[in-house]
């Protein structure tokens, strides 16, 4: 079973659109987060959330935001899609906040 | 911002240990060190961490100096599904759930 797992896999969409990216984690973890690797393959974090506290990366723009469900869950919506918005997303989970952090397969996006 | 340097990329042989060489001379006494990796198209995978003890798992061995401003992490025999981008984290040891911060890691290219 994939412990963290992301759909869809691969993404292509028109500039404006809105869309969203899905993370589930099995593993039983209180922390997820979202990553964003850009073209120039640098991984920054965008969000981490558990049950307490949503810490949200300062650069990340209010378009994106995280919405949990329940506690496997963190999905991320994008609203108004830009170019720039082109970037592999990498959802993953961690049991407490300084923990080993479990990534997902990532999600190739591509806007249009 | 990334506190630790790697050289961008190294080169090893197939069978031999590959060594990886990290500096982090500002870390502080309740800092870990983590090291992850990210093979072509994959999320990032955890391979080890230490606090000041040197320490072994299936994957790899840590190295950490007496003085903790720099770690090794040492593959014994390299394969070719080796070959990926190996990152090394300072993070603290009960830090909020504020995510890992990836520099530019070393890309490690194992040679048949």
């Not at chain 1, 981490?48 to 506290?53: A, F, G, I, V």
């Not at chain 2, 000041?52 to 390299?78: C, F, G, V």
Request: proline content about 5%; overall charge neutral; charged content about 20%.
């Amino acid at each position: 079973d994939t412990a963290v797992s992301q759909t869809p896999k691969y993404l292509v969409t028109q500039m404006g659109n809105d869309k969203s990216i899905k993370c589930e984690q099995n593993l039983g973890h209180d922390t997820m987060y979202w990553y964003k690797q850009d073209s120039k393959k640098f991984l920054k974090i965008m969000f981490s959330y558990n049950n307490k506290e949503l810490i949200i990366n300062e650069t990340v723009p209010n378009r994106f935001s995280p919405k949990s469900p329940d506690k496997a869950h963190l999905n991320l919506h994008i609203n108004s899609l830009e170019l720039g918005d082109s970037a592999v997303y990498f959802c993953a989970s961690s049991q407490g906040g300084a923990e080993t952090q479990y990534f997902g397969p990532g999600t190739r996006l591509l806007v249009l | 911002d990334a506190k630790t340097t790697q050289p961008p990329s190294m080169d090893c042989a197939e069978g031999r240990a590959a060594n990886l060489p990290c500096n982090h001379s500002t870390i502080s006494g309740n800092e870990y060190v983590y090291w992850y990796r990210q093979i072509h198209s994959q999320g990032p995978q955890y391979i080890i961490h230490g606090l000041k003890n040197n320490e072994t798992n299936e994957m790899a061995s840590l190295i950490i100096t007496e003085d903790r401003k720099s770690s090794t992490l040492i593959l014994p025999h390299a394969t070719l599904r080796d070959t990926a981008v190996y990152y090394c984290i300072v993070r603290p040891m009960r830090g909020g759930a504020d995510g890992l911060t990836f520099g530019k890691g070393t890309h490690l290219i194992i040679q048949p």
